[in-house]
C-alpha cells in the first residue's frame, strides 16, 4: 500500500462520481490529498480541451465554499481522517510539490481530451499518474448539477451526496441574500 495519493479537481460542486474516485485511491494508499484546481480567479486560464473550465459560470464557488462541501462530503463517508484539502493552481506547475508531495500516485478518470492533458502535465511534473478511462455515458456532470441550482433543488439534491446538499443550500441561500442586500 502507498503512502499518499492525490485526486485533483475543481469539484464545483463535489458529487458521487467524485467521492467513488476518492475512495478507490484510498484502497490504494494510506492517505489521500483532494487538490481543489482553480482556487481563486487568477487561477483561470483558457485551455484547448476544455471549453468551459475557466469561465465564471463554471466556477461559482469559491475555494473555501468548495472546501466546506468536500468536508461535509468526507465526513459523511467517514473519510476524514485519511484525507487533507489543499489548494492547487494548475497554472503554477512549479508550486505543485508544495501542496502535493511529488511521491503522492495522481489518479486521474478521464472522459475527455482534458482530463488525459491533465493527467500529462502532473506525470511531466515528477507525479506518478493512474488514468481510469471514464464513460461518457455514465459520466456524472458537475455543470448539469449547476443547471439546476437556480431552480429546482430536488434535482440537484440527488445528485450530490447527501450531506452536501444542506451545506449546498445554506450558501445558495447566502449567496441569495448577499444579492438581495447589495441589489439597488
Given at each position: 500500500?502507498?503512502?499518499?495519493?492525490?485526486?485533483?479537481?475543481?469539484?464545483?460542486?463535489?458529487?458521487?462520481?467524485?467521492?467513488?474516485?476518492?475512495?478507490?485511491?484510498?484502497?490504494e494508499?494510506?492517505?489521500l490529498?483532494?487538490?481543489v484546481?482553480?482556487?481563486?480567479?487568477?487561477?483561470?486560464?483558457?485551455?484547448?480541451?476544455s471549453?468551459?473550465?475557466?469561465?465564471?459560470?463554471?466556477?461559482?464557488?469559491?475555494?473555501?465554499?468548495?472546501?466546506?462541501?468536500?468536508?461535509?462530503?468526507?465526513?459523511?463517508?467517514?473519510?476524514s481522517?485519511?484525507?487533507a484539502?489543499?489548494?492547487?493552481?494548475?497554472?503554477?506547475?512549479?508550486?505543485?510539490?508544495?501542496?502535493?508531495?511529488?511521491h503522492?500516485?495522481?489518479?486521474?478518470?478521464?472522459?475527455?481530451?482534458?482530463?488525459?492533458?491533465?493527467?500529462?502535465?502532473?506525470?511531466?511534473?515528477g507525479?506518478?499518474?493512474?488514468?481510469l478511462?471514464?464513460?461518457?455515458?455514465?459520466?456524472?456532470?458537475?455543470?448539469?448539477?449547476?443547471?439546476?441550482?437556480?431552480?429546482?433543488?430536488?434535482?440537484?439534491?440527488?445528485?450530490?451526496?447527501p450531506?452536501?446538499?444542506?451545506v449546498?443550500?445554506?450558501?445558495?441561500?447566502?449567496?441569495?441574500?448577499?444579492?438581495?442586500?447589495?441589489?439597488?
Amino acid at each position: 500500500m502507498r503512502h499518499l495519493a492525490c485526486v485533483t479537481g475543481r469539484f464545483q460542486p463535489v458529487h458521487e462520481q467524485h467521492l467513488e474516485l476518492f475512495e478507490l485511491a484510498l484502497r490504494e494508499a494510506e492517505h489521500l490529498v483532494v487538490a481543489v484546481t482553480n482556487p481563486d480567479t487568477r487561477a483561470r486560464h483558457e485551455e484547448t480541451t476544455s471549453e468551459h473550465r475557466h469561465l465564471a459560470e463554471a466556477n461559482p464557488f469559491t475555494y473555501y465554499e468548495r472546501l466546506r462541501l468536500l468536508e461535509a462530503a468526507l465526513a459523511e463517508r467517514g473519510l476524514s481522517n485519511r484525507t487533507a484539502i489543499v489548494p492547487f493552481d494548475l497554472t503554477r506547475p512549479e508550486t505543485w510539490h508544495e501542496y502535493v508531495p511529488g511521491h503522492a500516485l495522481q489518479w486521474v478518470r478521464a472522459y475527455s481530451a482534458w482530463e488525459r492533458q491533465k493527467a500529462g502535465r502532473l506525470a511531466d511534473a515528477g507525479y506518478e499518474v493512474t488514468v481510469l478511462d471514464g464513460d461518457p455515458a455514465t459520466r456524472l456532470s458537475a455543470s448539469d448539477i449547476r443547471a439546476h441550482l437556480d431552480a429546482d433543488r430536488a434535482v440537484w439534491a440527488r445528485l450530490v451526496p447527501p450531506a452536501v446538499a444542506p451545506v449546498l443550500s445554506e450558501l445558495l441561500a447566502d449567496r441569495n441574500r448577499t444579492d438581495a442586500e447589495e441589489a439597488p
